[in-house]
Each structure stands twice: as structure tokens, then as C-alpha cells.
T-cell receptor
Framework: GQNIDQPTEMTATEGAIVQINCTYQTSGFNGLFWYQQHAGEAPTFLSYNVLDGLEEKGRFSSFLSRSKGYSYLLLKELQMKDSASYLCAAMDSNYQLIWGAGTKLIIKP | GAVVSQHPSRVICKSGTSVKIECRSLDFQATTMFWYRQFPKQSLMLMATSNEGSKATYEQGVEKDKFLINHASLTLSTLTVTSAHPEDSSFYIC????????????FGPGTRLTVT
């Protein structure tokens, strides 16, 4: 079956760095997405990886290892506004997104 | 660019009535639109996928006669919840994909449905 695993909740301190891990098992693979979702709002796109390696975009970076079925989202210089849920989604061979349950990130001052 | 709107943002209806939710891509043509449902503290659950001009493909367990989806144009899709019940209360979110080489989904702001 198809499955996405990510931690349920993480806590970090303002100004610090946090890494949110995601492992996936899908029928075929066409890329890995990360979305941010604030409570009561729709998800917003953060990153898309289809090749192995690290993609850096400002304070956020995303890493992919296709051989390991593994990705992580790295958030640097954490700000209070980064408190949100972070959703990992893998695209299968039918170009359908398989969603993880999301990681709730709590930022403390 | 790539803005998706949803209307209404919130709706309260009585049990047994029907509610229509609109999803529009404002600045691009959406060849594919997706409808999701999200219960509190849970992840997105894909309900159906629709391509312009064709019938929607529903996920297993989603009643197509209860959740009517119409994707009549490249910029508009509608979801109608028929004979709504309190258990249908949820956050409904649409997303749109422009097609071609882009597989990114652009999400609408969501519609909070409360059935009393």
C-alpha cells in the first residue's frame, strides 16, 4: 500500500533550526511536496523535489533521497509565524498526491 | 499568479438541505481540480478529482450521489453537498492544477461547512 510517515508534533525555539522528516512508500514516484498549513487555512506550497539532493529557498530547505524513500524539510532562524502544520505529500505514478497526516510545529519564544 | 478562490468561506445549513461550494482559478486555466475534506487535526482527504468537461473520479468511500462535482469550464468547479447531515460538517478545500509540466496544486482558501 501507499503510506507517508511524519512525526505528529515537534517543538522548537524561536531563532533555532528544526528538521521535519518524512518517509514515503508509493506506487511509482513523481516527486515530493511540502506544504505549510496554518490552523483554519488551506495549505500553501513550500517546495517540490523530484531529484536527489537539497533544494534551498530562503530560510526553508528541502532534501530528498529517492533510494531511501526519505525527505526532510529544514527550517532555519525560526520565527513565531512558522508555527503551523507541515504536510508532506508524495506524487505516485498516476500523478496523485499521497498526503501525510502533517507535523504540527510549535515555536516557543 | 496561480490564485484559487472558493466561495463561500463559511456556511451554516440545516440538516437535509443542499449546499453548493464554488472553486475558481482566477489567473490560469485549471485542467484538473481536486476536492479535499479535512476534519479537525487530521490531514487532507482527497474526495475526488475532476478534469474539465468530464465526470469526476471519486475516491473509495466517497458517495458520488451525495457529493456532486461539476467541472464545466477551465476556471470553475463546483461541489454540491446534497441532503447534508451533521457528520458532513468539515473543512472543504479545492485545489487546481494547470497541467503541462506543472504538477503543483494551488489551493483555495477552504470552506467551513457546519450542518445543524
Amino acid at each position: 500500500g501507499q503510506n507517508i510517515d511524519q512525526p505528529t508534533e515537534m517543538t522548537a525555539t524561536e531563532g533555532a533550526i528544526v528538521q521535519i522528516n518524512c518517509t514515503y512508500q508509493t506506487s511509482g514516484f513523481n516527486g515530493l511536496f511540502w506544504y505549510q498549513q496554518h490552523a483554519g487555512e488551506a495549505p500553501t506550497f513550500l517546495s517540490y523535489n523530484v531529484l536527489d539532493g537539497l533544494e534551498e529557498k530562503g530560510r526553508f530547505s528541502s532534501f530528498l533521497s529517492r533510494s531511501k524513500g526519505y525527505s526532510y524539510l529544514l527550517l532555519k532562524e525560526l520565527q513565531m509565524k512558522d508555527s503551523a502544520s507541515y504536510l508532506c505529500a508524495a506524487m505516485d505514478s498516476n500523478y496523485q498526491l499521497i498526503w501525510g497526516a502533517g507535523t504540527k510545529l510549535i515555536i516557543k519564544p | 499568479g496561480a490564485v484559487v478562490s472558493q466561495h463561500p468561506s463559511r456556511v451554516i445549513c440545516k440538516s437535509g438541505t443542499s449546499v453548493k461550494i464554488e472553486c475558481r482559478s482566477l489567473d490560469f486555466q485549471a485542467t484538473t481540480m481536486f476536492w479535499y475534506r479535512q476534519f479537525p487535526k487530521q490531514s487532507l482527504m482527497l474526495m475526488a478529482t475532476s478534469n474539465e468537461g468530464s465526470k469526476a473520479t471519486y475516491e473509495q468511500g466517497v458517495e458520488k450521489d451525495k457529493f456532486l462535482i461539476n467541472h464545466a469550464s477551465l476556471t470553475l468547479s463546483t461541489l454540491t453537498v446534497t441532503s447534508a447531515h451533521p457528520e458532513d460538517s468539515s473543512f472543504y478545500i479545492c485545489s487546481a492544477r494547470s497541467g503541462g509540466d506543472s504538477y503543483e496544486q494551488y489551493f483555495g482558501p477552504g470552506t467551513r461547512l457546519t450542518v445543524t
